[in-house]
């Protein structure tokens, strides 16, 4: 079986919880908290196994949330391998307000890493004894040395493995220099501020994408474009892939659901049209679930049914 590995260096305990009107300097007495497991590799891992794989989820975690977070996990029954860290899992708050169903999300910064701890890190995916795909995701939290990425991305590459990044900023920026990349998942805005461009129509955005295929920084580009739905790009092809219209309860989790999806296709053997065709229903799966919720299987396999029949009917994409 090919082994899928998420990594997420600033993983959350995420806390829900809901008042009744936001105010200042007021009390503001809150419902009963649920508590959920968030960073951006650990929702990937979870959005494989709602689709019926499995994917280990490996994390730093610190302090008594850093235990919460492993027990929600192992509780879902998310394989997972923690580092332990000195400093506490960060804890992110989610309120809604009840009289105008708003929701405010508090993200706070992710659990520092001494370098020790990013070497540690470091040595235990070079131990793993299985990597084949290796899925970044998320921010990186405070105190990663400016070598962290490209010396994580040279032990991927030198166990034969593939990376799939889905990040921003500087992470996503260090990555493409390192170069080898797989996969990119960046969205239309993360793309707009690593090129510098306006990106204000469709020649243009596969123009950018294809560049950094062409310039080598990686094999593979999907350009996530929100309910418009994605674009991917490699050497060979550049191709639109629509979303299905759905019902939109919460965007929370679309681009983990697709890029979970995406992967695990990856990983049974499907090429890059399919697994994007999948990623792209699991995202679309995702924006019909309420709240945090990632996607569901059953959504998923009926979006992607779809897509392959609307195809199959010769429909302009
Ligand atoms: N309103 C929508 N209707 C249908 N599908 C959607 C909608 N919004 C997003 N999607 C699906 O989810 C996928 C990922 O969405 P998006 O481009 O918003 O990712 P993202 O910006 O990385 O999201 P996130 O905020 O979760 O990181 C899209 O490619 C599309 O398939
Ligand atoms: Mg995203």
Redesign the pocket.
Known sequence: MTSIVTLTLSPALDSATSIARLCPDAKLRCSEPRYAPGGGGINVARAIHQLGGSALALFPAGGPTGLHLADLLAAEGIPCQTLPIDAWTRECLNVVEQASAQQYRFVLPGARLSEAEQAQLLAALDDLPELDYLVVSGSLPAGIAADFIPRLLQTVAQRGARSILDSSGDVLRQALDFGGLYLIKP?LNELRALSGEDIDDSDQLIGVARGLVEAGKCAAVLV????Q??LLATRELSERII????R?LS??????S?VGAVTLKLALGAGLSEAARYG?AA??A??MTAGSELCRRADTDRLFAWLQAREAAGAPD
């Not at 979303?243 to 759905?246: E, F, I, L, N, R």
């Not at 965007?251 to 983990?256: E, I, N, S």
């Open positions: 969205n996530s474009l929100g309910p739905g994605a979303a299905p219209t759905v939109k965007t929370v989790g679309a681009g983990d697709l792209v995202g679309s995702a924006i």
